[in-house]
């Protein structure tokens, strides 16, 4: 079946740093890949499309100087949080199209202290 | 834009029993509708899927069907297992490869 991983699985950083978070599709190719966030009991909130080789296309409100998308290769999409703060803090999941299915990864934890 | 209303928002049944929830949708033009099954501290999982030209699919203990003329699909689960508690959600897609709506959540929780 199509996998999709996510690295790291979490992670602690401080106000003000930086954090690179890894999405891959493991056995297929993914020319579309989107980033969600999700609060405690919620349900997912898309943040961006990640297109292969093109620029990502961000939700209204999200901050695309803040969240920066890099979609690299067709396995491959980078969400990086810049300049992080507490309010930062929640759980990210990737997700990435094989035909019609779209398959998620296991999420990232990101604390903010 | 699309909006997915998902219904009830908690579910709690008896091991053995069936389990059902239900979503509504408001744009006409979605044709493709997955169910995702969310454990604690893990992404979704794809667990059942049907598109808009089937009105019915089965896979074991699980199944979904779809009314497009009233704009609703449901997911049942049959002989509902302690493993079967989590949080389902139900999405819309208009076109291959392109953004889900989600509905907001069904919290499933079966008793032992």
């Known amino acids: 079946g199509a996998v999709v991983s996510q690295h790291p699985s979490w992670v602690i950083c401080k106000s003000g740093t930086s954090v690179k978070i890894e999405c891959r599709s493991l056995d297929f190719q993914a020319t579309t890949m989107f980033w969600y966030r999700q609060f405690p009991k919620q349900s997912l909130m898309l943040m961006a499309t990640s297109n292969e080789g093109s620029k990502a296309t961000y939700e209204q409100g999200v901050e695309k100087d803040k969240f920066l998308i890099n979609h690299a290769s067709l396995t491959l999409s980078t969400l990086t949080v810049t300049s992080a703060h507490p309010e930062d803090s929640s759980f990210y999941i990737c997700?990435?199209?094989?035909?019609?299915?779209?398959?998620f990864g296991p999420g990232t934890r990101l604390t903010v202290t | 834009g699309e909006n997915v209303e998902q219904h009830p928002s908690t579910l709690s049944v008896q091991e053995g029993d069936s389990a059902v929830i239900k979503c509504t949708y408001s744009?006409?033009?979605?044709?493709?509708f997955p169910w995702y099954k969310q454990e604690l501290g893990k992404g979704p999982q794809l667990i059942i899927d049907?598109?808009?030209?089937?009105g019915e699919k089965k896979d074991q203990r699980i199944a979904v069907t779809l009314n497009k003329t009233a704009k609703h699909f449901s997911l049942h689960i049959t002989e509902t297992q302690p493993e079967d508690s989590a949080v389902y959600f139900c999405?819309?897609?208009?076109?291959?490869?392109?953004?889900?709506?989600f509905g907001e959540g069904t919290q499933l929780t079966v008793n032992p």
């Open positions: 999405a819309t897609q208009i076109t291959s490869g392109s953004r889900l709506t």
């Open positions: 744009d006409s033009a979605s044709n493709y």
């Open positions: 049907i598109r808009s030209n089937v």
């Open positions: 997700s990435a199209n094989s035909d019609y299915e779209q398959y």
